[in-house]
């Protein structure tokens, strides 16, 4: 578990863009936490460090967006409005998860059964001031290989609490 602090949007971007270093083709991010929270935003900062520059708007209504990035695809989901796996199922997550592609999911929690073993879990949390935030991340499956680097990558962030 990983967790970290930011007290601006441009810092959860910022570290949007380190966790994107750490990604290859093939990974999945299933971000979770309240509307509002900076998961948007999130997947804004992680677009933008790999290459991606038009711009990345909450797939709500859409659901799915896929975004060209320098040498991968992002796929970007928004599963709120979803409330059956089957609906979920259509959407065809295990063709979108490609090893060309990074596939991040707001409201991810959902699907988690359907996206395998591996995954990079991250909550985002309203915090005491307005502008803050508590990231938790969490590597599972082969992602926990990637933890350690992952934490020490992070570690300007990193939640004194
Ligand atoms: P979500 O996708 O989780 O519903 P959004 O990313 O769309 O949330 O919105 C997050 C909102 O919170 C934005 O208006 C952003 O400016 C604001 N915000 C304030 N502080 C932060 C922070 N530390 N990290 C991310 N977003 C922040
Ligand atoms: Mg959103």
């Given at each position: 578990m990983?967790?970290?602090?930011?007290?601006?949007?441009?810092?959860?971007?910022?570290?949007?863009?380190?966790?994107?270093?750490?990604?290859?083709?093939?990974d999945?991010?299933?971000?979770?936490?309240?509307?509002?929270?900076?998961?948007?935003?999130?997947?804004?900062?992680?677009?933008?460090?790999?290459?991606?520059?038009?711009?990345?708007?909450?797939?709500?209504?859409?659901?799915?967006?896929?975004?060209?990035?320098?040498?991968?695809?992002?796929?970007?989901?928004?599963?709120?409005?979803?409330?059956?796996?089957?609906?979920?199922?259509?959407?065809?997550?295990?063709e979108?998860?490609?090893?060309?592609?990074?596939?991040?999911?707001?409201?991810?929690?959902?699907?988690?059964?359907?996206?395998?073993?591996?995954?990079?879990?991250?909550?985002?949390?309203?915090?005491?001031?307005?502008?803050?935030?508590?990231?938790?991340?969490?590597?599972?499956?082969?992602?926990?290989?990637?933890?350690?680097?992952?934490?020490?990558?992070?570690?300007?962030?990193?939640?004194?609490?």
């Open positions: 990983i967790r970290l602090q930011t007290r601006s949007m441009e810092a959860t971007q910022a570290v949007a863009a380190r966790v994107a270093e750490w990604c290859r083709g093939g999945v991010i299933l971000l979770s936490g309240d509307l509002g929270a900076g998961k948007t935003a999130f997947v804004r900062g992680f677009g933008a460090a790999l290459g991606v520059d038009e711009p990345v708007t909450s797939p709500t209504f859409a659901l799915v967006q896929r975004y060209a990035g320098r040498t991968l695809w992002i796929n970007h989901l928004d599963v709120y409005r979803l409330d059956r796996t089957s609906e979920v199922e259509d959407l065809g997550l295990s979108l998860i490609d090893p060309d592609a990074v596939t991040l999911i707001e409201w991810g929690e959902a699907v988690r059964s359907l996206v395998g073993p591996s995954y990079l879990g991250i909550v985002v949390e309203l915090g005491a001031d307005d502008d803050d935030r508590q990231l938790t991340l969490q590597p599972v499956g082969a992602w926990r290989a990637r933890g350690d680097a992952l934490a020490g990558a992070l570690e300007p962030w990193t939640s004194p609490c």
